[in-house]
């Protein structure tokens, strides 16, 4: 049972539409459009590492999307003002990615 002080909260309200748009050799990569104070592309990337302990590793890199260079810039800080809806979709790519 969910506490009075908590707010159930549905996906379409918390996550951004987000796309696989690019299975790298290395990995995969998925964009959304981050819709806050400003509209920018952003792209969550699965990039394989290497075998450790008998397993598969990879990184989990997010950033904003440079189309000039096909890469994302995980430096930037775009203070977009959607910061939570921003890090609940990278987290919904996981499954995914798993399930991959």
Do not use: W
């Given at each position: 049972?969910?506490p009075k002080?908590l707010v159930k909260?549905?996906?379409?309200?918390?996550?951004?539409d987000?796309?696989?748009?690019v299975?790298?050799?290395?990995g995969?990569?998925?964009?959304?459009?981050?819709?806050g104070?400003?509209?920018?592309?952003?792209?969550?990337?699965y990039?394989?590492?290497?075998?450790?302990?008998?397993?598969?590793?990879y990184n989990?890199?997010?950033?904003?999307?440079?189309?000039?260079n096909?890469?994302?810039?995980?430096?930037?800080?775009?203070?977009?003002?959607?910061?939570y809806?921003?890090?609940?979709?990278v987290?919904?790519?996981?499954?995914?990615f798993?399930?991959?």
């Open positions: 049972m969910c002080n909260m549905t996906t379409a309200e918390f996550i951004y987000y796309e696989e748009s299975r790298l050799p290395e995969m990569r998925y964009y959304f459009i981050s819709d104070e400003r509209q920018l592309v952003k792209a969550i990337e990039k394989y590492i290497d075998i450790r302990e008998n397993r598969l590793t989990l890199g997010f950033g904003t999307y440079s189309p000039e096909n890469e994302l810039d995980d430096y930037d800080i775009s203070e977009n003002g959607d910061h809806k921003v890090l609940n979709t987290l919904s790519t996981i499954p995914l798993l399930h991959n």
